[in-house]
């Protein structure tokens, strides 16, 4: 696991299609309490949580601008990004697909993740908006 949407196998770096995830230092402000919250260590660890011990199945679906290998990935059956989406972890990466929109949804309504919190979209943050 390298971030919330970037995974290793075998020497090979995978980005989860379809999904954007808070970078590693991002950082969001918890609605409830004022406090900050670290959403891209956050992230990782979810993703860390979901993998740990378990065969990851992925399907290779393309190359990303960076040579990075794009994919979906399963564990046990379930879709990775599907739930790091569903989980608020990882917003739903319309510019490239719409897929997640329906866990991302699901998501906000519920509070989940990030959804919890004040945050700049993982796009925007790495773009330098704070």
Do not use: N
Not at 8 to 17: F, K, M, P, Q, S
Not at 46 to 63: I, R, W
Not at 89 to 100: G, I, K, M, N
Request: charged share 30%; glycine share 10%.
């Amino acid at each position: 696991m390298i971030d919330g949407d970037t995974i290793e196998i075998h020497g090979t770096r995978i980005r989860l299609e379809g999904i954007d995830a808070p970078e590693s230092r991002q950082t969001c402000m918890a609605k409830e309490m004022g406090e900050v919250v670290r959403c891209g260590q956050k992230a990782a660890f979810f993703l860390a949580d979901l993998l740990a011990e378990h065969a990851v199945t992925c399907t290779e679906t393309g190359k990303d601008r960076y040579r990075r290998t794009l994919a979906h990935c399963e564990v046990e059956g379930q879709d990775v990004g599907a739930a790091m989406v569903r989980a608020g972890w990882a917003l739903a990466f319309v510019r490239y697909s719409r897929e997640y929109l329906p866990q991302e949804e699901e998501a906000r309504t519920v509070g989940a993740g990030m959804w919890a919190t004040e945050f700049v979209a993982p796009r925007d943050w790495r773009k330098g908006t704070r």
